[in-house]
């Protein structure tokens, strides 16, 4: 079976092992989930992020990161999506939760949060929003 939007699974991966309370979990690899789980990262939502090659396949593992035994993302949402994807510059890039969250950019420079595209002075695809 065919995965149409493998960026939203890893999405709902995250959000239902933070549910689960799992510590860690597993995502099939490829460079855009590389480049979103290390902003998410940087940022300070999650813990840790390695590569684990089994079977000939490669995956990423994500270690989850709780706070006083909740999960520390509230909000991890995608915002374009294949049928819908959504375009911004940085003058008109929205802010998520007044910017208490972030969002996270395609960019033409990569993959980053939103603060650090309007510090660059560069819009994209805004792939999804987290808090």
Do not use: W
């Not at 092992?17 to 940022?43: C, M, T, W, Y």
């Not at 949402?77 to 510059?89: H, W």
């Not at 939103?114 to 999804?128: H, M, P, Q, Y």
């Amino acid at each position: 079976m065919s995965m149409n939007d493998p960026l939203s699974d890893m999405l709902t991966r995250i959000r239902n092992g933070q549910q689960a309370g799992k510590p860690v979990i597993e995502v099939p690899f490829s460079r855009l989930h590389e480049n979103v789980a290390n902003v998410l990262k940087d940022e300070g939502f999650i813990r840790e992020v390695r590569t684990e090659t089994t079977d000939g396949k490669k995956n990423l593992l994500l270690e989850l990161k709780y706070a006083e035994g909740k999960g520390v993302i509230r909000v991890i949402d995608r915002v374009s999506k294949p049928g819908r994807r959504v375009y911004t510059n940085v003058k008109t890039m929205p802010r998520f939760y007044n910017g208490l969250g972030i969002l996270i950019v395609s960019t033409p420079q990569g993959v980053m949060p939103d603060s650090k595209a309007r510090a660059a002075n560069v819009g994209g695809e805004i792939l999804c929003q987290v808090f």
